[in-house]
């Protein structure tokens, strides 16, 4: 019989169920909040439910071989979830374990931007590829790196922390509590803030001038842009002018083949990728120049987070 | 019978030839200038005779295995040393090939801070370890990162160029053609450039001023600090702060169990390693903290190159 795997995507708002056979078609999916519930255990129980509700009702056609999850600082190494304030579970959550005893399978779990690096490997552009990076641009900025063919994830399970690199020195503050991550100046609210920096810095006229900071989405920014508003241009092209000085130390470090970009900003081939590219270039040891490809992940518009966590047990176990 | 391979390092001055049994002693080396030879052929030929010397003075004992070869821009893909500017050599020399054809035996060449990395892993202080950097600080900087056991080289052969991330936009010029790489500020010669930067914006008195730049030495400046002079104990503690930026950024991408320094200035426990781990501690994002070791190299005191260059073959062949 054919096997498939569900892959479950944690987010802090919602969780996404799907389950995966190994062409990478999502037979069938479910989506149910992530917090709200009397305890923890209730949404365990209630995701635990819908689960086995699809696992059976495929059961005739598909030998169900594992669940792979995404998460918030989830841990490949202990299965756990380990400090993920988002989330509002207790500090150190054995997620790995309490699906494998409800399930009794090999369940196997890591942060949403390795799966991601992993969905790419299996089922999206980076297959046949052995070394490349998927950055992950949504309210922060999340990475894989994959080298020889396998994912980084370092000695304690938590390497790929891209998004922490320190690009200013006391530069803008961060979740982190640290000061000039890269995560502070490109990713979703990255844009957001160097708009309003620019709205202070410069004098151009902008329609921006009359939104407030809570109410402006980076949606909203390249709408903008689209319009010629010189702010959102300028924040646009200095978010990839940042970004490109990160990606040209990473790949002296790293020498990947490719870069897939994934989340919102990605989307903007002519804002985000096109200047992008030109400044990478730019930055880069002669070594290294014209040979990276930087590209929009081919999950971008499938679910790739679903498809991600469940490559996280097609890459374990054999077809 | 045992086997051992031979190992050369090829520096820009002088190669060294050592005869290595696997565990890791050396049982016979010769040393020949790199240079000054009528044409790249004599070179290789007294080389090799060189080669075919050990080999045969202990054929009786050991079984020849393999060569491995550290040398600048050597890449291990190709088996070619790529545009080596130091060496004089043409553009392009497929040396595996040419030493493959004279020993037929396995010949597997990298860089030098790549085969220091391997020698670390197999002879020195990261045996066990799968995930761990070795930065080597001499006229440059040089890096070889191991993730998941095995030695990062990305898509192109050159991964592990530490020595040119760019730490300061607009900085010292480097060799490479671009400014602000690290190796300018992260090295002996980059040291040096500190001490002069001092001499110029500080009125601290000291004995450096008296001495020209071209006869000023990394070590020199290490004697100072040893008096107490305070150019040259600032300029460590400059030197460290650098570097300990970029390792906390390099720690957070992939997140190594160690990091193992080599080279002359790495000697210095007072002035560099301990301010150095203070400062990677300070800039480290809080779930790395307290978690990664910063250390000599092992193989400081030991011919390290040689052994390096000897384990590209013994991480390939089964002993």
């Not at 059961?59 to 169900?64: A, I, L, P, R």
């Not at 494998?100 to 552009?125: C, M, R, S, Y």
């Not at 000061?179 to 410069?202: M, N, P, Q, W």
Request: proline share 2%.
């Amino acid at each position: 019989m054919e096997k498939a795997v569900i892959g479950i995507d944690i987010g802090g708002t919602n969780t996404a169920v799907g389950y995966v056979n190994f062409k990478g078609e999502i037979i069938a999916d479910c989506f149910l909040p992530t917090q709200g519930y009397q305890n923890f255990n209730f949404y365990i129980d209630i995701l635990s439910k819908e689960i086995k509700n699809i696992i059976d009702k495929f059961s005739d056609k598909y030998e169900f071989s594992g669940i792979g999850i995404g998460v918030p600082n989830g841990n490949f190494y202990t299965g756990k979830v380990e400090y993920a304030p988002n989330l509002g579970w207790e500090e150190e959550v054995n997620l790995a374990e309490i699906f494998k005893l409800k399930f009794n399978a090999p369940v196997f779990i890591t942060n949403d931007a390795n799966a991601a690096a992993l969905g790419e490997q299996i089922f999206g552009g980076a297959k046949g590829m052995n070394d490349f990076i998927v950055i992950t641009l949504g309210t922060g900025l999340g990475s894989g790196f994959v080298a020889n063919g396998k994912l980084i994830y370092g000695n304690d399970g938590f390497a790929g922390e891209l998004g922490h690199i320190i690009v200013k020195e006391n530069g803008r503050t961060c979740g982190c509590g640290r000061k000039g991550c890269l995560e502070t100046y490109v990713s979703a609210t990255g844009i957001k803030r160097t708009v309003f920096e620019l709205l202070a810095d410069k004098n151009f006229e902008s329609e921006i001038r009359n939104i407030p900071f809570n109410n402006l989405s980076s949606k909203d920014i390249y709408e903008f842009a689209l319009k010629g508003d010189k702010i959102a241009l300028e924040a646009f092209d200095i978010t990839a002018k940042i970004l490109a000085k990160s990606l040209a130390d990473v790949i002296a470090i790293t020498s990947p083949e490719a870069i897939f970009l994934f989340g919102g900003l990605s989307n903007s081939e002519e804002f985000l990728l096109t200047p992008l590219r030109k400044y990478v270039e730019n930055y880069l040891l002669k070594v290294f120049q014209n040979k990276v490809k930087i590209v929009k992940s081919e999950l971008i518009d499938k679910n790739a987070a679903i498809l991600g966590a469940a490559s996280l047990i097609w890459n374990e176990i054999t077809i």
